[in-house]
């Protein structure tokens, strides 16, 4: 299937790291390694209130700014959430959802991403799904059947013009802060896929259309590699978007393709 039809995506997923006064150092080291890239849409998913930071020190090179969660509520008593409203007007283009590290330790269900994927796309917030098996689901040969499920559920009345918006990534638990990175091929395997999945639900036209990202252990060594294969559009990158350095490289490699 045609690359042309969706975009190349590399995101940074900073985590809970770094601090406001650390954003502009870093675009500054950044542009020392690359320019405004022409060949990706480069996003940085920071801790929410780092956002307003990214959208200025991140104008110059096109950088959007992303949020890392989002609260399924619109507004009202709902202590430490952030709603998608507030995000939208911190200035957040793109705002990640279902991480396994919030699988796993804040207990989001599929129910609840799907719930939080379908308020940001109201607001017009992109949302970055994550999607990904554990290595007992791998060794038990689960992958696919469960990636599967988590996609369904997390697309579920989401219609075909709202899917179009929509960024699936692929991070298969094993591989995320491991520096174990899922071979090109099982990446491909599974993008491949959750490409399936989408055709399925919603046909080959749109299913063309979205993006796919691999994220786990991907970095400045590894990442051309997985970049080349046909289904992956992109990369959902930790540990390496936290240096300037590696994480250039790895926008850089997207012009490879
Ligand atoms: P690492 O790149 O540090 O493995 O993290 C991947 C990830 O969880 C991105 O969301």
């Known amino acids: 299937m045609n690359k042309r039809y969706r975009k190349t995506i590399i995101a940074g997923n900073w985590k809970m790291n ?24 480069v996003v ?23 949020g890392q969660d989002v609260s399924k509520f619109e507004k009202g008593a709902y202590t430490g959430e952030i709603s998608a409203a507030q995000l939208l007007d911190a200035g957040a283009k793109y705002c990640i959802v279902g991480h396994s ?15 939080k994927a379908k308020v940001l796309l109201e607001k017009g917030i992109c949302p970055i799904i994550c999607v ?17 499920y988590q996609v369904k559920a ?18 298969p638990i094993w591989a995320i802060g491991t520096g174990k990175t899922a071979t090109a091929e099982q990446a491909e395997e599974v993008c491949e896929g959750i490409r399936a999945v989408i055709r399925r639900i919603y046909g080959a036209r749109v299913a ?23 289904d992956i559009d992109g990369g959902l990158i930790g540990g390496a978007s936290l240096k300037p350095a590696d994480f250039a490289t790895i926008v850089k490699a997207t012009a490879e393709e």
């Open 44 to 66: 940085l998913c920071t801790p929410a209130v780092m956002i307003p930071a990214m959208v200025k020190a991140g104008k110059e090179l096109k950088i959007a700014a992303g």
């Open 18 to 41: 770094m601090l406001s006064s650390e954003v502009k150092p870093f675009i500054e080291q950044l542009k020392e390694n690359m320019t405004k890239s022409k060949t990706c849409d």
């Open 132 to 148: 990904g098996e554990s290595l007992e689901q791998r060794e038990m040969d689960l992958t696919m059947e469960y990636v599967a």
């Open 154 to 171: 997390a697309l579920n009345g989401i219609d075909a013009s709202q899917v179009r918006r929509c960024v699936i990534a692929y991070e």
């Open 208 to 230: 063309r259309t979205v993006s796919i990202l691999y994220g786990g252990s991907m970095n400045a060594k590894n990442a051309a590699e997985l970049l080349a294969q046909p």
């Open 101 to 115: 590290e919030r699988r796993q330790y804040h207990g989001e269900d599929d129910m609840l991403i799907n719930a």
